[in-house]
């Protein structure tokens, strides 16, 4: 399997939209378990780092999706789940500099 990240000639480089893909929706499975608190951490300690604007709107975020993952149960797809994950697919590629 080769690497798409940093290929020289490369038009647009698919890594940075494979890791924002990845990313929310592994994020939205991990606010439901139980290291909700570490995943929770870590994630406002990124944006604390890169977007330290946008902390407190992320903090209430995080709040707010996985309050919403709760009630959705185990609903995948276009369902609530769905649409959490597409949000924070959405802000991870916004924080990379990427357009949907």
Known sequence: M???CGRSGAATDPCPLTLA???GTTLVG???GEGRQQTRDGVVT???RFRPGAVEEVERELEVS???ALDAGEGEGA???GRLEGQWVGRFRRWTGLRP
């Open 2 to 4: 080769g690497h798409c």
């Open 21 to 23: 893909g990845t990313a």
């Open 30 to 32: 991990l606010l439901v």
């Open 46 to 48: 990124v944006w604390r």
């Open 66 to 68: 996985r309050t919403a």
């Open 79 to 81: 369902g609530p789940t």
